[in-house]
C-alpha cells in the first residue's frame, strides 16, 4: 500500500517527467537484457572452445582472454540489472519498521547516497579508463580502456535507475521496487 503525498501543482507536473523516465528506464532494460544474454552465450561458446582447442588441438590463447573480458562485462552489466529490480543485498528491518514518513525520508537519503556513490564510481572509472589508455591486452592487442569502461557505463546506469527511485520517492512515497524486494 503506498502513502502517496498530498499532490500540488509541482508533483503534479513531475508525473509526466516520471513517466519519461519509466519509459527510458524501460528501454535501457530491454537492451541490456539482450546484451548479457548474448554475453553469456558468447562465453559459453568461448570456453567451450578452449577446452575443445586444448583437448584436440593446440590452445588458442585468445580464447582466455576473450572469456575474461566478457566475464567481466557480464558481471557489471548484469549487476547493473540486478540493481533496477532491487535485488541486491539489503538491510531493510530497520527502514521497514520506521513511521511512513520517516521511512520515506530514510529511503530518499540512501538512494541520494547511491547517487553520490555512482556519480564517485563513474569518475573513478573514466579516470581509471583515461590512465590504462595505452596499454593493449596480450592476445587480443585490444586497448584496455574498453575493458575498463564497463565500470563508468554500468555506474552511470545504476545512477540513472537510482534517479528514478528518487523520484518515484518524491511522488510516491516509495520506488517501484524497494531496495531488497524481490520480485517471482
Known amino acids: 500500500m503506498s502513502s ?6 509541482l508533483l503534479s507536473l ?12 524501460r528501454g535501457l532494460d530491454a537492451v541490456l537484457k539482450p546484451v548479457v544474454f548474448l554475453g553469456m552465450a558468447a562465453l559459453i561458446v568461448v570456453i567451450t572452445l578452449q577446452i575443445v582447442s586444448r583437448v584436440f588441438f593446440t590452445a588458442a590463447g585468445w580464447t582466455e582472454e576473450v ?29 521497514d519498521a520506521l513511521p511512513p ?24 572509472g573514466y579516470r581509471y579508463m583515461q590512465v ?3 596499454q593493449k591486452s596480450a592476445s587480443l ?29 518524491v ?3 516509495e520506488p517501484r521496487k524497494p531496495m531488497g524486494e524481490q520480485t517471482p
Do not use: K
Not at 88 to 95: D, K, L, R, S, W
Not at 141 to 154: G, K, T
Open 4 to 9: 502517496r503525498p498530498p499532490s500540488t501543482s
Open 141 to 169: 592487442r585490444v586497448p584496455m580502456s574498453y575493458v575498463y569502461a564497463v565500470m563508468p557505463v554500468s555506474a552511470a546506469l545504476m545512477a540513472w535507475y537510482a534517479l528514478v527511485d528518487l523520484f518515484e520517492i
Open 67 to 95: 572469456a575474461r573480458f566478457l566475464l567481466i562485462w557480464i558481471t557489471f552489466l548484469a549487476g547493473t540489472l540486478a540493481f533496477q529490480r532491487g535485488h541486491h543485498i539489503a538491510v531493510t528491518f530497520a527502514v
Open 132 to 134: 590504462q589508455s595505452f
Open 171 to 173: 511522488l510516491e512515497g
Open 14 to 25: 513531475l508525473d509526466p517527467v516520471v513517466s519519461v523516465l519509466r519509459a527510458i528506464e
Open 101 to 124: 514518513t520517516l521511512r520515506r525520508v530514510a529511503r530518499f537519503l540512501a538512494v541520494l547516497a547511491v547517487i553520490a556513490f555512482m556519480i564517485t564510481l563513474i569518475v573513478i
